[in-house]
């Protein structure tokens, strides 16, 4: 079974401070790993992904994640945290049948101070 | 706009009516997914449809929760006898079949339930 764990409900953070989410995932199967980002009133959207190939990924509003298989995580990080950042963000991974359903992280809610 | 909409956005209900969702996806797309999310967690998966065929029903869709997607286009979600464990965000999803290989699903804003 593939499940993931996010360490941390909330996280506060300056602005112009970086940003570190946690996420480790369980899967028995080389997994497909993802960060969507929901935004307060709207729908959850893709923020990057990792399938195959390099580790390191960049998505949208410079956030990036790293998949460390050594280590079973993959971690959101933002080298500077804006104030437009504020939303919860969603760990998933995908389920490698032919449903490729999305199982989620409980979420971390993101608050970025003044 | 051209994303996925879901109607009502809120849905305040006493125990036992009955309710029902409903999304429209992006037009092309030929996946449609359901999930269910309650305060404090991520969303949990309820359902797919592939086209108009139902492919899967997680075991959080009990008997009283029935879905369509008639002619592969727009889905209902309908809820008999809701119960206020029912109370949730109802999110759709949609996608191409290779776009969700990959995980991108898009995402209405979805619909919430109270039920009193």
């Known amino acids: 079974a593939q499940s993931v764990t996010q360490l941390g409900s909330h996280v506060s953070v300056s602005e112009g401070a970086l940003v570190l989410l946690r996420c480790n995932y369980s899967s028995s199967v080389p997994p497909y790993l993802f960060w969507y980002v929901q935004y307060p009133n709207q729908g959850l959207q893709l923020l990057l992904k990792?399938?195959?190939?390099?580790?390191l990924v960049k998505g949208i509003n410079g956030f990036e994640a790293e998949f460390k298989k050594s280590e079973t995580s993959f971690h959101l990080t933002k080298p500077s945290a804006h104030m437009s950042d504020a939303a919860e963000y969603f760990c998933?991974?995908?389920?490698?049948?032919?449903?490729?359903?999305?199982?989620f992280g409980s979420g971390t809610r993101l608050l970025v101070r003044p | 706009d051209t994303g996925v909409s879901q109607n009502p956005r809120h849905k305040i209900t006493k125990r036992g009516q009955n309710v029902t969702f409903r999304c429209d996806p992006i037009s092309e797309h030929n996946r449609l997914y359901w999930y269910r999310q309650t305060l404090g967690q991520g969303p949990e998966f309820l359902t797919y449809f592939q086209n108009e065929a139902q492919l899967e029903k997680s075991r959080l869709l009990s008997d009283r929760f029935s879905a369509e997607r008639p002619k592969g286009s727009f889905s209902t979600l309908e809820i008999q006898r809701t119960e206020q464990g029912d109370s949730a965000m109802y999110l759709c999803?949609?996608?191409?079949?290779?776009?969700?290989?990959?995980?991108?699903?898009?995402f209405g804003e979805g619909s919430r339930l109270t039920v009193l």
């Open positions: 998933a991974v995908s389920r490698m049948d032919s449903s490729y359903k999305l199982i």
């Open positions: 990792y399938t195959t190939g390099a580790t």
């Open positions: 999803a949609s996608s191409l079949r290779g776009q969700a290989y990959t995980g991108e699903l898009f």
